[in-house]
């Protein structure tokens, strides 16, 4: 009778409507080039170190050949830099746990935020990371 009243939509088609424009949304930005991960260059990896780190200016910062990751090297210690998406967030490394495998290493923290990183090396890298992360000469 015309008193401003909605017709109801059934569950199961705002679903598929909800999901649908997700993927559609989702498409668009990759076919656009947007979903794309840039690179970390020693100029990301030493931003992306000094914005969680700032009393901690990096003396050497060596990017993996994958542009996923970044060695940080500091007067305090070492730490790591990776990519997250668009961004990066870096940890200091105390103890770290590392575990070979098949493109890397795997490195376990006792960071609830970041309790595992798996990076992704060289054969040369891993043996020259692992050194600076442990110590142990190469």
């Known amino acids: 009778n015309g008193q401003g009243r909605a017709a109801a939509v059934p569950l ?11 993927a559609g949304i989702a498409l668009v930005l ?15 990896a ?33 730490g ?13 490394l105390v103890a770290p746990r590392l575990t070979d495998t098949a493109q890397g290493l795997r490195v376990r923290l006792r960071d609830p935020a970041a309790p595992r990183i798996t990076l992704r090396l060289t054969d040369t890298e891993r043996q020259t990371w692992r050194a600076a992360l442990t110590g142990e000469p190469t």
Do not use: N
Request: hydrophobic share 50%; glycine share 10%; proline share 6%.
């Open 30 to 44: 990759h076919l656009l080039g947007l979903s794309r991960i840039p690179p970390l260059t020693e100029a990301r």
């Open 12 to 22: 199961s088609v705002l679903l598929i409507l909800v999901a649908g424009g997700i």
């Open 80 to 92: 790591l830099v990776w990519a997250v998406g668009a961004d990066t967030t870096a940890r200091r």
């Open 46 to 78: 030493r931003a992306g170190w000094l914005r969680e780190y700032p009393d901690a200016v990096p003396a050497r910062i060596t990017v993996a050949a994958s542009g996923r990751a970044a060695l940080v090297q500091t007067a305090q210690g070492a």
